[in-house]
T-cell receptor, first 114, second 113 residues
Framework: GENVEQHPSTLSVQEGDSAVIKCTYS??????FPWYKQELGKRPQLIID?????GEKKDQRIAVTLNKTAKHFSLHITETQPEDSAVYFC?????????????FGQGTTLQVKP | NAGVTQTPKFRILKIGQSMTLQCAQD?????MYWYRQDPGMGLKLIYYSVGAGITDKGEVPNGYNVSRSTTEDFPLRLELAAPSQTSVYFC????????????FGDGTRLSIL
């Protein structure tokens, strides 16, 4: 079945450094890839997304890149700040029907040390 | 515009009890979803709906039931609660036109003792 692998499971960086989280998906027909940030005890919130007709998208300190050939996509956070500390989830759309279903990765816990 | 509203926020149940988790959205989204999130884990799809009167199973449907009588509401029912159902439950919704982001509610934290 469809699967999304996310790495690393934990990531610790110094404030001001960059952080990169990578995801690999199995369904070559997936065409939508959102990233969610979940702070402790809160709901997952969309931070950026990319569609398969675009290779890169940027929003201030956050960027996402997509390699359709290799079936992987990555989240890049530059100039990290303590408030970036959270769990980040990648997801990929499921092609099989018009249901809007997403398959989520297992999550990456990002810790930004002041 | 409240988005996705879930009630209750917290609940403790005894083994064998039943309850309904409520979810309502005011964004006129056709698609709605129920997930569970166990501690330190990702999101697992329980049930989903593509419109009023249409529901289908997700990855982990056993022990749960849903209904969708209106576009706005998508309640999740637990019958005969078991300790394995202790989790945080999130409801989400999205537009139906092409791949769209899912918008999540604040979650219901459920403990079965």
């Amino acid at each position: 079945g469809e699967n999304v692998e996310q790495h690393p499971s934990t990531l610790s960086v110094q404030e001001g450094d960059s952080a990169v989280i990578k995801c690999t998906y199995s369904d070559s027909a997936s065409n939508y890839f959102p990233w969610y940030k979940q702070e402790l005890g809160k709901r997952p919130q969309l931070i950026i997304d990319i569609r398969s007709n675009v290779g890169e998208k940027k929003d201030q300190r956050i960027a996402v890149t997509l390699n359709k050939t290799a079936k992987h996509f990555s989240l890049h956070i530059t100039e990290t700040q303590p408030e970036d500390s959270a769990v980040y989830f990648c997801a990929a759309s499921i092609r099989s029907s018009n249901t809007g279903k997403l398959i989520f990765g297992q999550g990456t816990t990002l810790q930004v040390k002041p | 515009n409240a988005g996705v509203t879930q009630t209750p926020k917290f609940r403790i149940l005894k083994i064998g009890q039943s309850m309904t988790l409520q979810c309502a959205q005011d964004m006129n989204h056709n698609y709605m979803y129920w997930y569970r999130q166990d501690p330190g884990m990702g999101l697992k799809l329980i049930y989903y709906s593509v419109g009023a009167g249409i529901t289908d199973k997700g990855e982990v449907p056993n022990g749960y039931n849903v209904s969708r009588s209106t576009t706005e509401d998508f309640p999740l029912r637990l019958e005969l609660a078991a300790p394995s159902q202790t989790s945080v439950y999130f409801c989400a919704s999205s537009y139906s036109q092409g791949p769209q982001p899912q918008h999540f509610g604040d979650g219901t934290r459920l403990s079965i003792l």
